[in-house]
């Protein structure tokens, strides 16, 4: 049987002649796909560090301010009670009774106060208050000692009294009738005192003791 005549010019397909074809397009596919996916684990990763970063900086500016530094450590109980114990240990000067006229004009008004002080002492003065010969060999008619400090206060007296008599005839009733108008009458005490030692010494606390308004 005779084979049926083919045309020259056209040549019959092979098998996988099409294939170089197919495997181009999906050569192309995945490379679109891989560099998408690269991109966007590049701007994942960029924005996971940006935000780190930020939060890391972020938290050690609120640790920083709330860590305390040397200057502004904690203070501890111990050293509240120390620090207490030496600008409370003072010596007490007792001014006595005053009574005295205050602003008031209608109807006049006085007050009658008792004021005592307490006043802050110096590195010399425990020297000065201990015996100098240990209380041997003293006679029976040998003067007693004068204290320091008495002696000292009893010399600045007279000037505390004034300072306390202008600053408190300057008040009106109504005025140290209030506990904000005693402080204020104290603080003010306290300023005037410290002005006659001279830094010398200083007021620690201003006490008013007997207080009658009439």
């Not at 495997?23 to 935000?51: A, G, P, R």
């Not at 609120?62 to 620090?83: F, G, I, R």
């Not at 006043?119 to 003293?138: Q, T, W």
Request: with cysteine; hydrophobic share 40%.
């Amino acid at each position: 049987m005779a084979k049926p005549n083919q045309p020259k010019d056209i040549k019959p397909k092979t098998e996988g002649e099409d294939k170089p074809k197919v495997k181009i397009e999906i050569d192309d596919n995945m490379k679109v796909i891989i560099t998408n996916l690269v991109t966007t684990i590049l701007i994942c990763i960029l924005f996971l560090s940006v935000n780190y970063v930020l939060q890391s900086s972020l938290l050690s500016s609120k640790l920083s301010k709330m860590a305390p530094t040397d200057e502004n450590a904690p203070v501890t109980e111990a050293d509240t009670s120390e620090d207490t114990d030496k600008v409370q240990r003072g010596f007490i000067v007792d001014l006595g009774d005053f009574i005295l006229n205050l602003s008031d004009t209608s109807p006049r008004k006085y007050l009658k106060i008792n004021v005592a002080l307490e006043m802050s002492n110096k590195p010399e003065d425990a020297v000065a208050e201990a015996p100098a010969g240990g209380g041997h060999g003293e006679g029976e008619g040998a003067a007693p000692a004068v204290n320091p400090l008495e002696a000292e206060m009893a010399q600045f007296k007279p000037a505390i009294r004034d300072s306390v008599i202008t600053t408190l005839s300057s008040k009106a009733s109504a005025e140290l009738s209030t506990v904000a108008g005693k402080e204020l009458a104290k603080e003010q005490i306290t300023e005037a005192v410290n002005g006659i030692f001279a830094g010398e010494r200083e007021v620690l606390r201003v006490s008013f003791g007997q207080f009658i308004i009439q």
